[in-house]
């Protein structure tokens, strides 16, 4: 059975750093990427990489403080977020998908995490 675990959120002033993790059991896959939604906002694309790790992909917003990595003999994925702004808050969810490929479309991924809250206060 495939799963995908994040971890790593939480509540975190302005200009903080936190780091998310997303583990996958079950088969190991081309490509994974991080997605994010705010309250009353639609599903929005934020980092991807590929199965080497030396392919990634990048919200506009976020390029030069967000570091998407993954670790494949532990089968986990890392998003390592620094210098975090309000506008930062929503769910993050951790994605995989089967083709090879950086997906920027939610319809793109295969399997998704239940998600993780991260709150950055102002």
């Known amino acids: 059975q495939v799963q995908l675990v994040e971890s790593g959120g939480g509540l975190v002033q302005a200009g903080g750093s936190l780091r998310l993790s997303c583990a996958a059991s079950?088969?190991?896959?081309?490509?994974t990427g991080w997605f994010r939604q705010a309250p009353g906002k639609e599903r929005e694309f934020v980092a991807a990489?590929?199965?080497?790790?030396?392919?990634?992909y990048y919200l506009d917003s976020v390029k030069g403080r967000f570091t998407v990595s993954r670790d494949n003999p532990k089968n986990t994925m890392y998003l390592q977020m620094n210098s975090l702004k309000p506008e930062d808050t929503a769910v993050y969810y951790c994605?995989?998908?089967?083709?090879?490929?950086?997906?920027?479309?939610?319809?793109?991924?295969?399997?998704w995490g239940q998600g993780t809250q991260v709150t950055v206060s102002s």
């Open positions: 994605a995989a998908r089967f083709p090879p490929g950086l997906g920027s479309h939610p319809n793109e991924y295969n399997y």
């Open positions: 079950g088969r190991t896959f081309s490509s």
């Open positions: 990489i590929g199965w080497s790790g030396g392919s990634t």
